[in-house]
């Protein structure tokens, strides 16, 4: 089978660099295709911890005016995912995150990114010097969107491209005074293309120059056209409403797998839950705790919507549940959660920290995972959950409310429970939502039944690989 090809364009990618559930998407997405008649290459950033693992790769394309400096692409596999860093040290090589360091945004992010698109798009006209050239180019969120654009504005093409949105909070913001400087034609600054409340948005220019717009759940697809959620941007999701798509997120069966945990356990065999339960409340120094043990993996962000813990826990508490929770991000929330911990000493354990090995002893000992999120696009905790029979307690947005089928009487009584989704995000319906969760973990046969039902849930790639693939070939140009 001769394979179709894809560059997929991001500034993350598991194993390499990751700040959120982008990077485990743009990780995921090259096996998941190859199996659907797709080679995708990723295109990313050399940041400096990624600069010693390409050293010897061999360079495979190179520009010389690349906003100050040299840019050099160079080819490598990683993980099996083949992988093409964009060395450009005047851009990428400093200290600090991704986007920031010590908080601060890079003041040349606009110009950083534009780098990447800008290769991005040039990779897609002219190919890498073995010859490879993509038929389709995948943009993922505003660190990408530029590259649809370079490619529309630069005359008749044969690659389309789509654009990824996995958080529509982050739009690439640039003063309109940059548009020569990020090489964007002027005739196009205006509402229906570039302009954006006086300014620029790599997120809107991706947006309007895509041949195809999608996003990570169905229910955030529609959510978008909405002011609440399309934060400035929906009229532009409305206006293509007919070429938005929502395609819901995949996890990695191979790494998140009740099997590979420190007690091995499955649907028919969960007794090995029981001894990872066990292990965790150790861990975090709980004593008994009868109820239901709720686990948060989570950034604290206002978007999570983890302010509303203070206000039901106490109650949850009472009515015999624990919280251990890990997490972190801003300063007022990470204070708040140790507050917690503080007033309910062996019942409620939270570690301030990012920690993958963690947060798996967390799913595989959790009776529940809460996620009380405002808005989620995919949301990729819920589905760990259901993998891991951690029955998941989700506010009814995006793919949360995509992936949950929630325990209302009907579905109980139909058998096809998977947890509990509440609406709206308050800590009255929260409260409700625990209130459900320890009188359905009071009852061992309910309960082992909707644990069931989640751990059977399909929640890999494969069918999100089939329609990123049937996407694919729906725009593909002669
Ligand atoms: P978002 O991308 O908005 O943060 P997602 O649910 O899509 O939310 O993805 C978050 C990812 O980051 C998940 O894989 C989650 O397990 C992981 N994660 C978040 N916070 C932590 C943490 N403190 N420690 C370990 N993993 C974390």
Redesign the pocket.
């Known amino acids: 089978m001769t394979m179709k090809r894809v560059l997929s364009v991001a500034s993350e990618c598991v194993p390499l660099v990751?700040?959120?559930?982008?990077a485990?998407v743009v990780g995921a997405l090259p096996g998941a295709l190859a199996g659907q008649g797709w080679e995708m290459r990723v295109v990313l950033p050399a940041y400096r911890a990624l600069r010693p693992l390409c050293a010897d790769w061999p360079e495979v394309f190179a520009r010389d005016d690349l906003f100050g400096g040299r840019g050099v692409v160079k080819a490598g596999e990683v993980d099996g995912i083949a992988v093409l860093l964009l060395d450009a040290p005047h851009l990428y090589d400093r200290e600090g995150g991704p986007y920031n360091s010590g908080g601060a945004d890079w003041p040349d992010n606009p110009q950083r990114f534009a780098a990447l698109s800008w290769v991005a798009a040039e990779i897609a006209r002219h190919g890498l010097v073995d010859g490879w050239r993509p038929q389709v180019l995948h943009a993922h969120d505003w660190q990408a969107g530029f590259a649809p654009a370079y490619l529309a504005f630069g005359g008749p093409r044969d690659v389309a491209t789509v654009i990824t949105i996995?958080?529509i909070a982050f739009q690439g913001w640039a003063e309109a005074s940059m548009l020569s400087t990020l090489r964007l034609p002027a005739h196009e600054f205006h509402a229906a293309s570039l302009e954006y409340y006086g300014g620029l948005s790599s997120l809107k220019a991706g947006m309007v120059t895509a041949d195809r717009i999608t996003t990570?759940s169905p229910r955030y697809a529609e959510e978008l056209m909405r002011p609440e959620f399309g934060m400035g941007l929906q009229g532009i999701v409305a206006a293509r409403a007919a070429e938005v798509q929502g395609i819901l997120?995949g996890?990695d069966e191979s790494v998140w797998s009740p099997e590979a945990e420190a007690v091995p356990y499955t649907a028919t065999r969960i007794r090995g839950k029981a001894a990872n339960r066990a292990a965790l409340c150790t861990e975090f120094g709980l004593e008994e705790v009868p109820g239901p043990l709720a686990i948060v993996?989570?950034?604290l962000?206002d978007?999570?919507g983890m302010d509303l813990l203070p206000e039901v826990l106490p109650e949850f508490i009472g009515a015999g549940g624990g919280l251990v929770m890990?997490?972190?991000g801003d300063p007022a929330l990470e204070a708040a959660m140790l507050d917690l911990a503080a007033r309910f000493p062996g019942r409620v354990g939270v570690?301030?920290?990012?920690?993958?090995a963690?947060?798996h002893r967390m799913f595989a000992g959790g009776d529940a995972v809460l996620?009380p999120?405002r808005f989620?696009?995919?949301?990729?905790?819920?589905m760990?959950g259901l993998r891991y029979g951690t029955i998941p307690v989700v506010a009814a947005v995006g793919?949360l409310a995509d992936t949950v089928i929630t325990a209302n009487p009907a579905a109980l009584a139909a058998g096809t429970a998977t947890g509990i989704i509440f609406h709206p995000t308050d800590a009255t319906a929260f409260a409700g939502a625990l209130r459900q969760l320890a009188a359905l973990h009071a009852d061992a046969k309910l309960w082992a039944q909707i644990r069931r039902r989640a751990m059977a849930q399909p929640v890999g790639w494969a069918a999100s690989a089939a329609a990123y693939a049937r996407l694919y070939d729906g725009i593909l140009r002669p």
């Not at 570690?351 to 993958?356: L, T």
């Open positions: 990751k700040t959120g559930g982008l485990d996995h958080n990570v997120n996890v993996v989570s950034r962000t978007q999570k890990l997490g972190s570690r301030i920290g990012y920690d993958e963690l947060s996620v999120s989620e696009p995919c949301g990729l905790t819920q760990y793919g």
